[in-house]
């Protein structure tokens, strides 16, 4: 199955590095401005680089980012840079200067449905976050009519499986918080929650159901 996503891109000129809406330094302190800025233009550059030049001049240059993701998942090249360019793209439209706080409406009551409270989705999906060995990340999906959370290893992600279309994500690779926190992920995660964007998370939300 292909999922719809907001970054549902065909371009046969290939896939454009998302610009960021907020300034390298407006996660600070939460996330320094010097990872952002290194995050931004130089690994998801590359992942969008390494993506674009994996499927220029073949049959995969006419196929959207999710597609690629699912029907040429065997395809290392393109599964680790058209996950590390969907991943990404994600993370930064799920993180604001404003964020923080806790989600309301419908979202809200998703995640009481499936969780039992807010409280518990943050401690659940925090745990995927700490114990997701090596580099990975954690998700907040809808799956089956209710929300749920996993991790996943390197760029991969659970629409690659159809496990779930990932509404929230957090990067746990060393590069999105070693500068800040050194080995200290569960600092980084903890701090992360001040960052999430829980209206754009809510748009994503609906925008898949
Ligand atoms: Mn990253």
Known sequence: MIF??????????????????YAYDALEPHIDAETMELHHSKHHAGYTAKLNAAI???????????ELMVE???????????????NHSLFWSIMSPNGGGAPSGSLGN?????????????????????????????WLCVGNGDLCICST?????????????????IDVWEHAYY?????????YIQAWW????W?????IYESVL
């Not at 290893?153 to 994500?169: A, F, H, K, R, V």
């Open 179 to 187: 500068k800040s926190y050194g080995p200290g992920r569960a600092n």
């Open 199 to 203: 209206g754009a998370v809510a748009d």
């Open 72 to 86: 040429k998942f065997d395809n290392a090249a393109v599964r680790n840079n058209g996950g590390g360019y969907w």
């Open 194 to 197: 001040n960052v999430v964007d």
């Open 4 to 21: 719809n996503t907001p970054f549902s891109v065909i371009d046969t000129m290939g896939f454009e590095l998302p610009e960021l809406e």
């Open 56 to 66: 220029e001049g073949t049959e995969m240059d006419a196929m959207g980012i999710e």
């Open 153 to 169: 290893p390197n760029q991969d992600n659970p629409l690659m499986t159809g496990s779930g279309i990932p509404i929230l994500g």
């Open 110 to 138: 998703a995640i009481d449905d499936s969780f039992g409270s807010f409280e518990s989705m943050k401690e659940e999906f925090s745990k995927a976050a700490m114990t997701r060995f090596g580099s990975g990340w954690a």
